[in-house]
């Protein structure tokens, strides 16, 4: 299938979009049952996970703008046993895009870690 031109920057931007959302959902979800323990370190953690989310949050803004800057959007984004399909659109055709789930697991979890050095570096830790 031959692509429009610009169509690889668009799809650039809307893998990084799933995972930043992805991650946000998570982080949000962990936040909530974190709140509901008793560890040690609950303040630390609450502050790396805090810091985190609005890292997330700003990057996600951020690719979302992205997205409408090259005239894309995402139609829908639907989550099924074994992948997260989306259809997309962009220069007015449809376009259906597909990640698994264990790749989407994967990739969360290396970008939670580079949140996390970034916030070690910022705060000297």
Same mark, same amino acid.
């Given at each position: 299938? &031959?692509?429009?031109?610009?169509?690889?920057?668009?799809?650039?931007?809307?893998?990084?979009?799933?995972?930043?959302?992805? $991650?946000? %959902?998570?982080?949000? *979800?962990?936040?909530?049952?974190?709140?509901? @323990? #008793?560890?040690?370190? &609950?303040?630390?953690?609450? %502050?790396? $996970?805090?810091?985190? #989310?609005?890292?997330?949050?700003?990057?996600?803004?951020? @690719?979302?703008?992205?997205? %409408?800057?090259?005239?894309? %959007?995402?139609?829908?984004?639907?989550?099924?046993?074994?992948?997260?399909?989306?259809?997309?659109?962009?220069?007015? /055709?449809?376009?259906?895009? /597909?990640?698994?789930?264990?790749?989407?697991? #994967?990739? *969360?979890?290396?970008?939670?870690?580079?949140?996390?050095? /970034?916030?070690?570096?910022? @705060?000297?830790?």
């Amino acid at each position: 299938m &031959l692509y429009p031109k610009g169509y690889d920057e668009f799809e650039a931007l809307v893998r990084p979009y799933v995972l930043l959302d992805v $991650l946000n %959902r998570v982080i949000a *979800c962990d936040q909530r049952v974190v709140m509901e @323990t #008793s560890l040690k370190f &609950l303040g630390a953690i609450r %502050r790396l $996970l805090d810091h985190v #989310s609005v890292k997330v949050t700003d990057d996600l803004i951020r @690719t979302r703008h992205g997205l %409408r800057k090259v005239e894309g %959007r995402i139609i829908e984004i639907r989550q099924e046993d074994d992948a997260r399909e989306m259809d997309v659109e962009y220069e007015g /055709s449809q376009y259906h895009l /597909s990640m698994l789930n264990e790749l989407i697991r #994967s990739e *969360c979890e290396e970008m939670f870690l580079r949140y996390v050095q /970034s916030y070690r570096r910022q @705060t000297g830790g």
